[in-house]
């Protein structure tokens, strides 16, 4: 099977979720979350540096779920480049 190369558009959307997550995940352990998302610490550290920028989407949902981050938000933020909302 012969995958077709990312496109600039898809690579720069995996760079924004890289960091949205790296972002989310605040002062947390990178192994302590990819641990509650069932995902190896080196995934998580591909998907937060943009190495790995189109993960699975049960990464993204587990991950979602991990970093109690609504999907629906997750998603509206990688596809239009918006950053989280600050905390309270």
């Known amino acids: 099977m012969v995958r077709n190369p990312l496109t600039p558009q898809q690579i ?9 997550l790296r972002e989310a995940r605040a002062d947390r352990e990178l192994a302590e979350v990819a641990h509650a998302a069932g995902i190896s610490p080196e995934t998580l550290r591909k998907i937060e540096t943009g190495r790995l920028p189109s993960p699975s989407f049960g990464a993204i949902v587990c991950l979602s779920d991990a970093l109690d981050l609504p999907l629906q938000h997750l998603a509206t933020t990688w596809r239009d480049g918006l950053r989280l909302p600050a905390a309270s």
Not at 12 to 20: M, S, Y
């Open 12 to 20: 720069e959307a995996g760079r924004r979720l890289g960091a949205l």
